[in-house]
């Protein structure tokens, strides 16, 4: 489940959780009669409404290309490569996807890490990498590794057979690695055939290079292998998962079935044994890196030092709590422990990408030592606070260190839109905000901290972007996506209904952000209310940018769209998110049930029809809240529902509800199987059939426990889908079902 929450990218597929403007509650606005209404089959259609969706947005090595991956309006799905010249102000496709296409089927572990990275539904161009001359990008297209010039010229890395997973470009240009078979190779990029570096190895569990399954899925590490700066070394990860337990996995497709024996390091059982080694390019002088005598660790992140005579490893204890950074000397592999990092009493550490080693040997660091998540710099032994305040930074976004500035994002002015700000690493307390309010943006920047590439969104405008200078001053759009004119969203804007924020107390006292959506109201009309939960540890389902034509579609049916932000969730520091420590499923219901209570007050609420809905983790939520308060909801949705936590993997469950070995009672109070006799109303199931992330057993589990205890309930089961279940028709197959089944069981609106 990684940083994010549990396959959240999933949770209402195609929909951004993000509303935006404010607006007074129970606000009436009558629809323009030609405004037609969202149906669900356009809601999933090509074009998507949302606009042109860029992805993957970088600067050329010399700053003079922009390049992007950009989706097609004939088919959402599929990305090509474009380039925008900043001296020309032109924008090209530089790789058609299409032609380029060999029609290659990928490899299963192709398609494996894609699902770990949330981009299993796309095809084309899926990620690229510039050369450092500028001159041409490494494109991976259908497994092939091409290397595209700006001249139009394409070129097959030789020696390539397709299926090679993670290729990188050395930082100067002149070699290429990547993964086959097992093992690390490497080549040069001018021409010769790329050879492998590390053994061959007689055991099959054992992975040269890649990253072990819950480094991908927990801790968002992709990558196996790090260059040194000057391309002299590299640093390899090995892993063994000969003592990993083995999961027979079933994909129930249409037409048959297939079963695949997964590796899987379920909570409370053995992970991988991963190590750590230094050598050349062409695999000489090879050293093993001493990550300490406790093999039950995990490698969390591994940077060279700007000058390549250090490598920096971060090592994290199983139980999650303490985080070492470890020094390296790269030619002995000899570590010694820089720092640590410790989490507070009932919490856990969270990894962060939010951190740079700078030219000077020191270091700027994101912590939640003072409860809330801040900057920090280490320089000659000593720290200094960067950021304070009961606010969050999010992100780190780029480090400009001539000038001595650096760019972050964060919740300084609005827990429910983040903004873009900048400090003088020298004077930090003087806050500067470059982003305007009434967005929520997020943003990325180039190596020497110059350039900003931004993004935002708000309630009646899907996601803009623009390059900006270090100053957030606009220099040219990126994509203006302005719903006007040919834009997709366009005929629908004149009956888009605006989101409305406000709190509702927790029991104790803590104030829960809600937003809230509503059709035109009709004075003495009452409407049904549709629910959407995630409720579990680092998400932040409320927030002020674009809704999504999704929300939209279900205001468009009659339903009041509702979300609430429960204890546990993402930006509100140590304290709000320690709630879920070893208490999954608990404080979250209650929240969400203070959430339904306050609907049932207000007069133009259907208080006998308001139903619930969550996917994955909140298919888990819609299940407990359905056991624990009997009554409460007309209806509940389970989408993909965790139902038994031990089937779940070792590092998201161990970090918040411990070793399973050692707490047995956490887990039994946390899991949904034990409650179900519980269940009076109305329940929907629907699970992907070749589901990996959360297995089919625990859709299986669920069911078989119901029907024995004559509980009724109803299913809907997609063979071949995994977690997602998205596509044009299957995703309209889907809400069919739901608003289907909200109808017919007197919690729905009829249209």
């Not at 390019?281 to 992140?301: E, F, H, M, T, W």
């Amino acid at each position: 489940m990684r940083h994010l929450p549990l396959l959240a990218a999933c949770a209402l597929s195609a929909m951004s959780f993000a509303p935006l403007a404010h607006a007074q509650q129970g606000q009436s606005m009558t629809n323009t009669p030609s405004a037609p209404s969202l149906t669900l089959e356009r809601v999933f259609a090509s074009p998507g409404l949302n606009g042109p969706a860029p992805r993957a947005v970088k600067l050329s090595p010399d700053g003079r290309y922009l390049t992007l991956l950009r989706n097609r309006a004939d088919d959402r799905e599929r990305y090509d490569l474009w380039g925008f010249d900043r001296q020309t102000s032109q924008w090209t496709m530089l790789v058609d996807s299409l032609k380029l296409s060999s029609g290659r089927a990928l490899s299963e572990a192709e398609k494996m890490q894609r699902e770990r990275q949330r981009i299993g539904d796309l095809k084309g161009i899926v990620t690229y990498e510039w050369a450092a001359d500028s001159k041409s990008v490494l494109v991976p297209v259908d497994g092939d590794l091409l290397l595209a010039g700006l001249d139009g010229t394409v070129r097959k890395i030789e020696g390539t057979m397709g299926g090679e997973l993670n290729p990188k470009l050395g930082p100067k240009g002149e070699h290429i690695a990547f993964v086959r078979d097992r093992r690390l190779w490497t080549g040069k990029v001018a021409g010769g055939a790329p050879v492998a570096i590390t053994p061959e190895e007689a055991n099959t569990n054992v992975h040269w290079g890649e990253a072990e399954f819950v480094a991908q899925e927990e801790m968002a590490r992709f990558n196996g292998f790090w260059w040194s700066g000057d391309e002299s070394r590299i640093a390899v990860e090995r892993f063994d998962e000969s003592m990993v337990g083995v999961v027979t996995r079933a994909a129930i497709g249409a037409e048959g079935t297939k079963t695949y024996d997964q590796r899987y390091p379920a909570a409370g059982t053995p992970n991988a044994e991963v190590s750590l080694w230094v050598m050349a390019p062409d695999g000489s002088g090879k050293v093993q890196v001493d990550l300490g005598a406790d093999q039950d660790i995990y490698l969390a992140r591994v940077d060279w030092a700007p000058d390549g005579k250090a490598l920096y490893v971060q090592r994290m204890n199983r139980e999650q709590t303490v985080l070492d950074m470890l020094k390296v000397d790269p030619a002995t592999g000899k570590s010694s422990v820089l720092f640590s990092e410790k989490a507070a009493d009932k919490h856990w550490i969270d990894l962060s990408d939010s951190y740079r080693f700078l030219k000077d040997g020191s270091l700027i660091w994101w912590s939640q030592r003072d409860g809330f998540g801040h900057l920090y710099h280490l320089k000659g032994g000593k720290w200094t606070q960067l950021t304070k305040g009961e606010w969050t930074v999010i992100g780190l976004v780029g480090v400009d260190e001539a000038g001595g500035k650096l760019t972050f994002t964060g919740t300084r002015d609005d827990v429910l839109a983040q903004q873009v700000y900048t400090i003088d690493l020298n004077a930090p307390a003087k806050v500067q905000r470059l982003t305007e309010l009434g967005w929520v943006n997020s943003a990325t920047m180039d190596r020497s901290g110059q350039t900003l590439m931004i993004s935002r969104s708000s309630d009646a405008q899907p996601a803009q972007s623009f390059i900006a200078d270090s100053n957030g001053k606009r220099l040219a759009w990126i994509e203006e996506n302005k719903v006007a004119g040919a834009h997709p969203y366009a005929p629908y804007l004149a009956s888009h209904r605006p989101a409305q924020f406000g709190t509702i107390p927790a029991s104790d006292g803590t104030p829960l952000h809600y937003m809230m959506i509503t059709p035109p109201l009709e004075p003495g009309t009452t409407y049904p209310v549709f629910t959407y939960h995630y409720g579990g540890p680092t998400a932040q389902v409320v927030t002020k940018g674009f809704q999504g034509a999704l929300a939209q579609a279900i205001v468009d049916k009659g339903y009041i769209y509702f979300a609430i932000d429960n204890r546990g969730s993402e930006n509100r520091g140590v304290k709000f998110a320690s709630a879920l420590h070893h208490a999954m499923g608990s404080v979250e219901v209650e929240d969400q049930l203070a959430g339904a209570n306050w609907l049932k007050q207000q007069p133009f609420v259907n208080a006998d029809k308001i139903s619930t809905f969550g996917w994955s983790y909140g298919g888990y939520m819609s299940i407990k809240m359905l056991q624990a308060n009997p009554g409460a909801y007309a209806a509940g949705i389970a989408v993909a529902p965790v139902t038994k936590w031990q089937m779940y993997d070792t590092t998201y469950t161990e970090r918040y509800l411990g070793d399973p070995r050692k707490v047995p009672e956490v887990y039994e109070k946390s899991n949904a199987l034990a409650d179900t006799a519980k269940i009076s109303d109305p329940l929907l199931i629907i699970h992907g059939m070749a589901d990996d992330n959360v297995v089919f057993e625990n859709a299986s589990a669920i069911i078989a426990k119901m029907q024995g205890e004559a509980v009724p309930f109803e299913m809907m089961l997609y063979p071949g889908y995994t977690h997602r279940i998205s596509g044009p028709k299957v995703s309209k197959h889907l809400y069919e079902t739901i608003f289907r089944f909200l109808d017919r069981n007197g919690a729905g609106s009829g249209k």
